[in-house]
């Protein structure tokens, strides 16, 4: 079976930084492309970063320059920097894996909670 565990969720103050972690199993990791998702309450899930096979990324524009997206194949591990926070970052962040950077959505974790708040 496969499984996306994320950890690294939190409370922290505006202006802080989290590193989210994925640890992947049950699938050859190196062949797939990773993302992350997020959720906000009331709002419509939104792809926040995605990372190819060999390594190369691509980002929405509402966290370009303060995200960084990596992964590590040997660790089978996927993560998300994310620094310079801010209120409207709070949401549910998924982890998610697929054959392609175009549809990196086959397979999900349970998701961990950012909150960023004062």
């Known amino acids: 079976q496969v499984q996306l565990v994320e950890s690294g969720g939190g409370l922290v103050q505006p202006g802080g930084s989290l590193r989210l972690s994925c640890a992947a199993s049950g699938i050859i990791f190196s062949v797939y492309a990773m993302g992350w998702y997020r959720q906000a309450p009331g709002k419509q899930r939104e792809l926040v970063a995605v990372?190819?096979?060999?390594?190369?990324?691509n980002y929405a524009d509402f966290v370009k320059g303060r995200f960084t997206i990596s992964r590590d194949n040997a660790k089978n591990t996927v993560y998300l920097q994310m620094s310079s926070l801010e209120p409207e970052d709070t949401a549910v962040y998924y982890c998610?894996?697929?054959?392609?950077?175009?549809?990196?959505?086959?397979?999900w974790g349970q998701g961990t909670q950012v909150t960023v708040s004062s």
């Open positions: 998610t894996a697929g054959r392609t950077t175009m549809k990196v959505s086959d397979y």
């Open positions: 990372i190819a096979r060999g390594g190369i990324p």
